[in-house]
């Protein structure tokens, strides 16, 4: 018995303190470097957060120039599916175009007749200046979904900056390097987005799955949701503007579940906004 | 001209996991499928396993610990995290390489497979206790069975390849 605990304690010994002759660390001590590493990591030390910031520069180019061609392969077999998809495709266009021609002239009646009324309450008019961003990585890892961009610091990007595709919410700036940036998008498990429901102006809040919907959760009263109502920021807590189109309610994916306007795993190029305010 | 060719191709297959390692840690899908359906696996610790039970000089320690960092850069972990997980996986092929007598691709499978679950829950334990960043448990279930199942097929390659490097 003390024996085969021996025998334990000398393979572990072994295995964690001895080094072959091409090895340059033993594997103990990278290990308690290693958790030296995350305990810095997790007590934000200034130190730690410049290596970071060097290192992902380096690392987002490399890792981009790495997966170009994985990139380029997937970028092509998707405009073969548009391709064929294209007559179908045109005739649906048509058709969704004469509505939005009418549906226009509707949508600008109302925004004059809301700026006037804004002026009229003395309401802060919002504007915001946009950067067109290039996605250098679509890093669709098992934890964390997020994007990496190819503006940063020297761009005047600001974390907590929201990130758009053709005008609808993808997701936010959580960390700004001097040239790159990174941001969550709306589809991770830690995003949670303040939105309201339309039509019926229910508040609530957007949770992501990690999946390619999101979902509505702690609203106030039970919601019963009907299909294709539209998913707005509310604007409340401050941190993203108000009226952001972001998707529309479709429970079959789930019971308030949320399909997003933009598609996730496809974005290539996005806009990064601030949100300044400007009082009229 | 033939001994050249011969000496590059050697030089290509030695340095062959090293190459597969830091490309599948700098790659955009971290050859995680896991946008295709639900198939997801991890390469890494396949190859950290099988090259540090196999052969732990073709892949050295500190350069698996600055793989675990890239990898940390690319999907945005807290620095260090990834580097103390391959380094764990490290740590369970080494013990196994000492304690073995009679190598077998059954019994490698089986500490391999305690090794990414131990692996795995020290990896979501930092992250939502330390960190508290929220995680889908039923994706890592996903992950852990097929990088399992594909350790293998990876095995049964790695063990063709690793003779032709040396």
């Known amino acids: 018995m003390a024996s085969g605990r021996d025998d334990f304690i000398i393979a572990i010994r072994s295995a964690f303190l001895k080094k072959s002759n091409k090895q340059q660390f033993s594997l103990l001590a990278l290990i308690i470097f290693s958790i030296f590493l995350i305990f810095l990591s997790n007590l934000n030390f200034v ?28 970028e092509s077999v998707n405009f073969l599916q548009d391709y064929f998809n294209v007559y179908k495709e045109n005739q649906i266009l048509k058709e969704k ?17 809301n700026k006037r009324l804004k002026e009229i309450v003395g309401d802060d008019v919002r504007t915001s200046e946009s950067i067109l961003s290039k996605v250098l990585i679509d890093k669709d890892g098992k934890f964390l979904k997020s994007i990496i961009l190819n503006k940063g610091s020297k761009d005047e990007v600001k974390i907590g900056m929201v990130v758009l595709e053709k005008n609808y919410l993808v997701g936010q700036v959580i960390e700004v390097n001097y040239t790159t940036s990174r941001a969550i998008l709306i589809s991770d498990l830690n995003s949670n987005i303040p939105v309201v429901i339309e039509p019926g102006g229910f508040q609530s809040i957007l949770s992501g799955t990690g999946k390619d919907y999101g979902i509505i959760k702690y609203s106030k009263d039970e919601l019963n949701l009907v299909n294709n109502s539209f998913v707005y920021t509310s604007g409340l807590g401050g941190t993203f503007r ?11 994916i789930e019971n308030l579940g949320v399909q997003f306007f933009s598609d996730l795993s496809q974005l290539s190029y996005v806009k990064i906004q601030s949100i300044g305010v400007i009082k009229e | 001209m033939v ?22 840690v700098l790659n955009e899908f971290d050859i995680d499928f896991s946008n295709v359906g639900v ?13 540090s039970l196999k052969d732990p000089d073709q892949i050295g320690n500190g350069l698996i610990f600055i793989a675990g960092i890239l990898n940390d850069v690319t999907i945005g972990y807290p620095i260090g995290v990834s580097s103390f997980i391959y380094l764990t996986i490290i740590g369970f092929a080494a013990y196994l390489r000492n304690i073995t007598l009679r190598p077998s691709i059954y019994k490698d499978s089986l500490v391999f497979l305690v090794a ?18 929220e995680i889908n448990f039923f994706e890592i279930i996903v992950n852990i069975t097929f990088t399992f199942l594909l350790y293998f097929l990876f095995a049964r390659m790695f063990n063709y390849l690793k003779p032709m490097g040396t």
């Open chain 2, 39 to 51: 198939l997801s696996f991890n390469l890494p610790f396949i190859i950290i396993f099988y090259w």
């Open chain 1, 47 to 74: 130190g730690i957060k410049y290596i970071k910031i060097g290192v992902n520069e380096a690392t987002y180019r490399l890792s981009a120039l790495v997966s170009y061609p994985e990139k380029k392969f997937s």
């Open chain 2, 116 to 133: 990414i679950l131990f692996a795995n829950s020290v990896n979501s334990l930092i992250l939502s206790f330390v960190f508290s960043i």
């Open chain 1, 242 to 252: 108000a009226g952001l189109p972001i998707g529309k309610i479709n429970n079959k």
């Open chain 1, 97 to 113: 175009i004469d509505q939005l021609n009418n549906n226009n002239l509707n949508y600008k009646y109302l925004e004059n007749e």
């Open chain 2, 3 to 24: 001994q050249k060719t011969s000496s590059f191709k050697n030089k290509f297959l030695k340095y062959l996991p090293l190459i597969l390692l830091y490309f599948s």
